[in-house]
């Protein structure tokens, strides 16, 4: 399929050219470099093929300010299906893929669960044949890196394009023009292809890079002021710099606001371009473009369609209305209260005015729309977009959309029922669920080669790659002893590779027979990695007291990055990492508990970890998790889930079977009965053992360098002046976690019944495939078609 010869020619070249050297004599940074631009030579041809040939068709558009990409080399070549070709071209120059595999920048231009759906999206959208572009910020800094130092969090700058950036296009004669009061700027487009599997469809993901109008300022340069000299072009490219590395809490910085519309604004002008050159009515735009908002960071483009309409492309106000509200569809992925985005007006005033004039006049509209139907002047107030000086993102996007869904059943139901309420009073039809997936390309295919492979001979052929729900062919094989043997011989061996790859990057030993049980996600409290915590001491302290205690060996591991400004996430990642060493340092603890607290989660971490897991963790309090996508990587490799009622686990369960899994802890309606009068003090004060474990944080058992770990004690027994006692009902789950932990220890001891329960999961994994939600998204509200 390859040509050898001229692929390798290509590597010989761009070696010399990009690095002055030979191939096999260059870093490994910078073989992955060349190799990717080499195979960029291959795809360029279909991707321009695939352009031309989705030129005339609907197309979805997906803003999101996040992806998380992951690494592209590995993933592109086994969509291409050259991945073995490459190895054995590479062996011949004599050098290991694998080394060249591992040293490419994973580029974190996410948080997690959003950007990371995105990615998914992209992938399962290309692999079905539907045209879906993606368009966000290339920032020249993604997500901070992770070092665990002292048993804190320290961030490091992530310089992800140190060596180049291969598989970006940047498509200078593309750029556009973007307006802010102090001046204009230009977005850069930098192309990454997205390339569906085995099916010569390649769509874009487009990312936007801030650069100035003004290279330098020779007068000022001259007149010896060199700051004053390269000013504008600072100013212009630190819009682009860094991403936000908050992923719950709208801090509302101004310069973030100028992202959100430095790329959206950027985004429509490139879409109304193109729609300009095919000659047609703007009435027609809706019929060539669906645009997905990703959450509400890129909801300005409401207003901002609107006003490229009606300012810069004379369609009248009504009509411009009805384009824009038959274009977007908005999806809302989080209901915590901290994480509504609100802008203060005056920013808009500020920074965007021409935007804020277009926004007061949609404000007005609703308003008149909301008198029409006869809601009274008092209820007004609950649903204007301008409120007490802040403009509501959500309730824009809600009112200029034509869809609004959740991403797990719960998540809407709740959405409907409740946070959203008056809003579908208002417009019930626009309301729907889209429950997440996760790509098996990536989560499966790619990250556990030797389970896909027995998969494919189980099933006697590879159509699970972009079929997922065959695997519910697989089922009857749970009670096959020979299979569930070779299964087991695998999740071995993946264990075995992750215990390598712990050794060599965290320094910690690890043991691949005991069971690993795992928590991976970001650090925050409503996901309650504190409650693994208390569980994990509280293991502790019964196996010190009764050393002749059966249990299963056990590894716990974690990983989990803090938003930096986080105070209490970073307390409980020092807690965490105080345990482990507590417990790793006690002799009497070998070969019975293990604690890890892996540095730098991200998405090549994920695929090493997934894939080894025993037990899922997945136990935030009920109604705070919108749906979890992690949750669905651990099942997809069969891992039994031990979780709550929350978010898509309450899906997972239902398709796997609540007997292969472990539920347990209060639901939403529990949780709503009980809100008012819990009083967590009383569980404390009751259960000694637990007391025990809580206590820790402040009876000297750890060091609490600076009151924080006081400060959490406090939190779960008095509460905070902004918020009740435990506030995430750790100690109310308590008791039900650790018997859903005591029977899951158990159930592990049948080594076959264990088998069992994993194979049950995986085979039932399919509903949650990226594909099967993508194959939603484009019937029920894109209305797009497969190439
Ligand atoms: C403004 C600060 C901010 C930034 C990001 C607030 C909120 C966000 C995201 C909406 C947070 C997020 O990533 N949500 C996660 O989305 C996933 C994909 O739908 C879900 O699976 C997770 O449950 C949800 O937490």
Same mark, same amino acid.
């Given at each position: 399929?390859?040509?050898?010869?001229?692929?390798?020619?290509?590597?010989?070249?761009?070696?010399?050219?990009?690095?002055?050297?030979?191939?096999?004599?260059?870093?490994?940074?910078?073989?992955?470099?060349?190799?990717?631009?080499?195979?960029?030579?291959?795809?360029?041809?279909?991707?321009?093929?695939?352009?031309?040939?989705?030129?005339?068709?609907?197309?979805?558009?997906?803003?999101?300010?996040?992806?998380?990409?992951?690494?592209? +080399?590995?993933?592109?070549?086994?969509?291409?299906?050259?991945?073995?070709?490459?190895?054995?071209?590479?062996?011949?120059?004599?050098?290991?893929?694998?080394?060249?595999?591992?040293?490419?920048?994973?580029?974190?231009?996410?948080?997690?669960?959003?950007?990371?759906?995105?990615?998914?999206?992209?992938?399962?959208?290309?692999?079905?044949?539907?045209?879906?572009?993606?368009?966000?910020?290339?920032?020249?800094?993604?997500?901070?890196?992770?070092?665990?130092?002292?048993?804190?969090?320290?961030?490091?700058?992530?310089?992800?394009?140190?060596?180049?950036? =291969?598989?970006?296009?940047?498509?200078?004669?593309?750029?556009?023009?973007?307006?802010?009061?102090?001046?204009?700027?230009?977005?850069?487009?930098?192309?990454? =292809?997205?390339?569906?599997?085995?099916?010569?469809?390649?769509?874009?993901?487009?990312?936007?890079?801030?650069?100035?109008?003004?290279?330098?300022?020779?007068?000022?340069?001259?007149?010896?002021?060199?700051?004053?000299?390269?000013?504008?072009?600072?100013?212009?490219?630190?819009?682009?710099?860094?991403?936000?590395?908050?992923?719950?809490?709208?801090?509302?910085?101004?310069?973030?606001?100028?992202?959100?519309?430095?790329?959206?604004?950027?985004?429509?002008?490139?879409?109304?371009?193109?729609?300009?050159?095919?000659?047609?009515?703007?009435?027609?735009?809706?019929?060539?473009?669906?645009?997905? /908002?990703?959450?509400?960071?890129?909801?300005?483009?409401? =207003?901002?369609?609107?006003?490229?309409?009606?300012?810069?492309?004379?369609?009248?106000?009504?009509?411009?209305?009805?384009?824009?509200?038959?274009?977007?569809?908005?999806?809302?992925?989080?209901? /915590?209260?901290?994480?509504?985005?609100?802008?203060?007006?005056?920013?808009?005033?500020?920074?965007?005015?021409?935007?804020?004039?277009?926004?007061?006049?949609?404000?007005?509209? +609703?308003?008149?729309?909301?008198?029409?139907?006869?809601?009274?002047?008092?209820?007004?107030?609950?649903?204007?977009?301008?409120?007490?000086?802040?403009?509501?993102?959500?309730?824009?996007?809600?009112?200029?959309?034509?869809?609004?869904?959740?991403?797990?059943?719960?998540?809407?139901?709740?959405?409907?029922?409740?946070?959203?309420?008056?809003?579908?009073?208002?417009?019930?039809?626009?309301?729907?669920?889209?429950?997440?997936?996760?790509?098996?390309?990536?989560?499966?295919?790619?990250?556990?080669?030797?389970?896909?492979?027995?998969?494919?001979?189980?099933?006697?052929?590879?159509?699970?790659?972009?079929?997922?729900?065959?695997?519910?062919?697989?089922?009857?094989?749970?009670?096959?002893?020979?299979?569930?043997?070779?299964?087991?011989?695998?999740?071995?061996?993946?264990?075995?590779?992750?215990?390598?790859?712990?050794?060599?990057?965290?320094?910690?030993?690890?043991?691949?027979?005991? /069971?690993?049980?795992?928590?991976?996600?970001?650090?925050?409290?409503?996901?309650?990695?504190?409650?693994?915590?208390?569980?994990?001491?509280?293991?502790?302290?019964?196996?010190?007291?009764?050393?002749?205690?059966?249990?299963?060996?056990?590894?716990?591991?974690?990983?989990?990055?803090?938003?930096?400004?986080?105070?209490?996430?970073?307390?409980?990642?020092?807690?965490?990492?105080?345990?482990?060493? +507590?417990?790793?340092?006690?002799?009497?603890?070998?070969?019975?508990?293990?604690?890890?607290?892996?540095?730098?989660?991200?998405?090549?971490?994920?695929?090493?970890?997934?894939?080894?897991?025993?037990?899922?963790?997945?136990?935030?309090?009920?109604?705070?998790?919108?749906?979890?996508?992690?949750?669905?990587?651990?099942?997809?490799?069969?891992?039994?889930?031990?979780?709550?009622?929350?978010?898509?686990?309450?899906?997972?369960?239902?398709?796997?079977?609540?007997?292969?899994?472990?539920?347990?802890?209060?639901?939403?309606?529990?949780?709503?009965?009980?809100?008012?009068?819990?009083?967590?003090?009383?569980?404390?004060?009751?259960?000694?053992?637990?007391?025990?474990?809580?206590?820790?944080?402040?009876?000297?058992?750890?060091?609490?360098?600076?009151?924080?770990?006081?400060? /959490?004690?406090?939190?779960?027994?008095?509460?905070?002046?902004?918020?009740?006692?435990?506030?995430?009902?750790?100690?109310?789950?308590?008791?039900?976690?650790?018997?859903?932990?005591?029977?899951?220890?158990?159930?592990?001891?049948?080594?076959?019944?264990?088998?069992?329960?994993?194979?049950?999961?995986?085979?039932?994994?399919?509903?949650?495939?990226?594909?099967?939600?993508?194959?939603?998204?484009?019937?029920?509200?894109?209305?797009?078609?497969?190439?």
């Amino acid at each position: 399929m390859l040509n050898h010869e001229s692929l390798k020619k290509r590597i010989d070249l761009y070696a010399m050219t990009t690095f002055g050297g030979d191939f096999k004599d260059l870093l490994d940074s910078e073989k992955y470099v060349v190799l990717s631009k080499a195979m960029m030579e291959t795809i360029l041809p279909h991707w321009n093929q695939s352009r031309k040939n989705t030129e005339t068709m609907k197309k979805a558009y997906y803003l999101s300010s996040e992806y998380l990409m992951g690494r592209f +080399l590995t993933n592109n070549l086994i969509a291409m299906d050259t991945k073995d070709e490459v190895k054995e071209i590479l062996k011949n120059m004599g050098v290991d893929y694998n080394q060249v595999e591992e040293s490419e920048e994973d580029p974190a231009l996410g948080n997690g669960g959003l950007g990371r759906l995105a990615a998914c999206f992209l992938d399962s959208a290309a692999t079905l044949g539907y045209p879906m572009d993606g368009y966000g910020i290339r920032y020249d800094f993604g997500l901070f890196k992770q070092k665990i130092v002292d048993g804190e969090q320290v961030e490091v700058a992530d310089n992800w394009t140190k060596y180049g950036d =291969p598989w970006g296009i940047r498509k200078i004669s593309e750029k556009v023009r973007v307006t802010f009061k102090g001046g204009e700027i230009y977005a850069i487009p930098y192309d990454y =292809p997205v390339i569906g599997y085995d099916n010569k469809l390649i769509n874009t993901l487009r990312l936007w890079k801030a650069e100035s109008l003004d290279e330098f300022d020779f007068r000022a340069f001259n007149d010896q002021n060199y700051d004053l000299a390269v000013k504008a072009k600072n100013d212009a490219e630190n819009i682009a710099k860094v991403l936000y590395p908050n992923d719950s809490y709208e801090e509302g910085k101004k310069l973030r606001l100028k992202q959100q519309y430095f790329f959206v604004s950027a985004s429509l002008q490139d879409m109304i371009r193109r729609f300009k050159s095919k000659n047609l009515d703007f009435e027609d735009f809706p019929k060539y473009h669906s645009i997905q /908002l990703n959450d509400t960071h890129p909801a300005v483009a409401i =207003p901002e369609l609107m006003r490229l309409l009606t300012r810069k492309e004379d369609v009248e106000w009504d009509k411009a209305w009805r384009i824009t509200t038959a274009t977007f569809a908005y999806t809302n992925h989080t209901l /915590l209260a901290e994480a509504l985005e609100q802008w203060p007006e005056r920013y808009y005033q500020e920074l965007i005015p021409q935007v804020y004039k277009v926004i007061l006049r949609i404000h007005q509209m +609703l308003i008149d729309e909301l008198k029409g139907k006869g809601i009274q002047d008092h209820d007004l107030n609950r649903y204007e977009i301008i409120h007490n000086g802040n403009i509501r993102m959500a309730w824009m996007s809600i009112f200029g959309s034509k869809s609004i869904n959740g991403v797990a059943r719960l998540h809407t139901d709740l959405l409907i029922n409740q946070e959203l309420n008056d809003w579908y009073r208002l417009y019930p039809e626009k309301f729907n669920n889209k429950t997440n997936g996760i790509t098996q390309r990536r989560w499966l295919l790619q990250s556990n080669p030797e389970l896909s492979e027995l998969i494919t001979e189980l099933l006697g052929s590879e159509d699970w790659i972009t079929d997922l729900k065959m695997l519910k062919n697989l089922e009857s094989y749970a009670d096959v002893p020979e299979i569930m043997e070779r299964f087991l011989q695998i999740k071995w061996t993946k264990k075995k590779q992750l215990s390598d790859y712990i050794l060599q990057e965290e320094g910690e030993e690890i043991d691949p027979d005991s /069971l690993f049980d795992i928590q991976i996600k970001r650090l925050h409290e409503y996901k309650r990695q504190l409650l693994n915590a208390f569980h994990i001491l509280f293991l502790y302290y019964e196996l010190k007291e009764n050393p002749d205690l059966k249990r299963v060996p056990r590894t716990f591991i974690f990983g989990a990055k803090a938003a930096p400004g986080y105070v209490r996430a970073k307390a409980i990642i020092r807690f965490i990492n105080n345990i482990a060493e +507590l417990v790793n340092g006690d002799p009497a603890m070998e070969g019975k508990l293990k604690v890890v607290f892996v540095q730098n989660y991200r998405v090549s971490y994920g695929e090493k970890l997934f894939p080894a897991a025993d037990l899922s963790e997945q136990i935030s309090t009920a109604g705070k998790e919108a749906s979890g996508t992690g949750n669905m990587k651990f099942m997809l490799n069969g891992a039994p889930t031990i979780g709550t009622y929350d978010g898509a686990n309450i899906e997972i369960v239902e398709e796997a079977g609540d007997a292969n899994n472990y539920i347990f802890g209060l639901k939403v309606e529990e949780i709503e009965k009980i809100r008012d009068s819990y009083n967590p003090e009383e569980i404390y004060q009751k259960d000694p053992k637990l007391r025990r474990v809580v206590d820790t944080l402040i009876d000297g058992t750890f060091e609490d360098k600076d009151g924080s770990y006081r400060e /959490l004690h406090n939190s779960l027994l008095y509460g905070a002046n902004w918020h009740r006692a435990d506030n995430y009902f750790v100690l109310k789950d308590f008791h039900e976690y650790r018997k859903a932990h005591e029977k899951a220890d158990a159930d592990y001891v049948d080594r076959l019944g264990w088998a069992r329960k994993c194979w049950l999961n995986m085979s039932n994994s399919g509903k949650f495939s990226s594909d099967r939600t993508i194959e939603q998204y484009a019937q029920e509200i894109w209305d797009i078609e497969k190439i």
